[in-house]
């Protein structure tokens, strides 16, 4: 039972038709969805099902399940469409778009503070990464000041695709220790901000890094013998 990404093609998609392919305690599963999955340290979007009667079904998170399928977790007590139910899905757009922004925000920071990713998340109110990385060689004006001069260079992102051998042959593309790119389809997607950043990721993001808009540090912190917490926060 797989699902159709719509977002990976465009993340700027807010709504599509879809149809229910399973839906029970677990969630609900469509043919095609808008609404990105839990993963790779994003939360999973939240947003609406609207059935053709106009009846909005809430939808308080989405995670991915077995076998390519995308699972649409109602709130508590909502009501489930049918299998073969022809639905609306809908995505709470503001949410998502500070995801997006705070996403691409932490490529350009990971070229700030050069240094193994060990983690990191991303929720609608801030994001982090951590390094492994002496705490001395962190200082919150400057990256915040060399972060914000990079995005301030509006440029252009671009998806780009590379097969799993090409990956192997480039290992410095990978960043994270403790998120693998994803293998096995025979091509591996990477998100490129010409001459600032080129990795792995299967995540949303803005289309210009301007959109990201100016960013603050809001803390640095010890968690632990190899984290160094780098978190930041959109300014507006």
């Given at each position: 039972m797989t699902t159709e990404l719509l977002f990976r093609d465009d993340a700027y998609l807010r709504e599509a038709p879809a149809q229910v392919l399973a839906a029970g305690a677990d969630g609900i599963v469509l043919d095609r969805t808008v609404f990105y999955p839990q993963g790779g340290g994003q939360m999973g979007d939240t947003g609406v099902l609207?059935?053709?009667?106009?009846e909005r079904i809430l939808i308080a998170g989405t995670r991915k399940g077995d076998d390519g399928a995308v699972v649409h977790v109602p709130a508590s007590g909502a009501a489930l469409p049918a299998?073969?139910?022809?639905?609306?899905?809908?995505?709470?757009?503001?949410?998502?778009h500070r995801l997006m922004r705070l996403h691409t925000a932490l490529h350009v920071l990971s070229c700030v503070v050069i240094a193994p990713v060990t983690g990191g998340n991303i929720a609608p109110d801030k994001a982090r990464l951590d390094f492994d990385i002496d705490m001395s060689a962190l200082d919150a004006a400057r990256i915040e000041r060399e972060t914000n001069a990079l995005v301030a260079r509006a440029v252009d992102t671009e998806t780009v695709w590379i097969t799993d051998e090409?990956?192997?042959a480039r290992p410095e593309l990978v960043k994270t220790m403790s998120v693998k790119p994803p293998r096995g389809a025979g091509r591996v997607r990477l998100l490129r901000i010409p001459g600032i950043d080129l990795q792995p990721c299967g995540g949303t993001h803005v289309r210009n890094i301007g959109e990201i808009g100016a960013i603050r540090v809001l803390r640095i912190k010890n968690e632990g013998r190899r984290n160094r917490r780098v978190e930041i926060a959109l300014r507006h």
């Open positions: 609207v059935r053709a009667s106009g299998a073969g139910e022809a639905v609306t899905a809908a995505i709470d757009w503001e949410r998502r090409e990956l192997d």
